[in-house]
Nanobody, 128 residues
Framework: EVQLVESGGGLVQAGESLRLSCAASGFRFDDYEIGWFRQAPGKEREAVSGVSESDSKYYADSVRGRFTISRNNAKSTVYLEMNRLKPEDTAVYFC??????????????????????WGKGTLVTVST
């Protein structure tokens, strides 16, 4: 059974940090690009960051310089280090796995970005 399980969300104040984790199982993790996406209430799902099988990394303009993505293939886990959080970062954060390139995923767009597997999400709330 394929599973992607996000953890690490919570309530923080603006300027603080959180680290999200995405633990994967049930598929060949090394062969997949992993992405982080988020969806705020009443808004469309958007891409946040991605890391390819070869460890190339991608970031949305809104988070570049504040968020860092990394993957540990030995643990089948991807992390998203989020620093200097802003209230506009408040959303449910999802991780997803796919075999398209990040750029192809962006072309496909929401809601699924051509990703094959999705987690159920973890809520991040940033207060002022």
């Amino acid at each position: 059974e394929v599973q992607l399980v996000e953890s690490g969300g919570g309530l923080v104040q603006a300027g603080e940090s959180l680290r999200l984790s995405c633990a994967a199982s049930g598929f060949r993790f090394d062969d997949y690009e992993i992405g982080w996406f988020r969806q705020a209430p009443g808004k469309e799902r958007e891409a946040v960051s991605g890391v390819s099988e070869s460890d190339s990394k991608y970031y949305a303009d809104s988070v570049r310089g504040r968020f860092t993505i990394s993957r540990n293939n030995a643990k089948s886990t991807v992390y998203l280090e989020m620093n200097r959080l802003k209230p506009e970062d408040t959303a449910v954060y999802f991780c997803a796995a796919g075999r398209s390139s990040w750029y192809a995923s962006m072309i496909m767009g929401p809601p699924n970005f051509d990703m094959e597997y999705w987690g159920k999400g973890t809520l991040v709330t940033v207060s002022t």
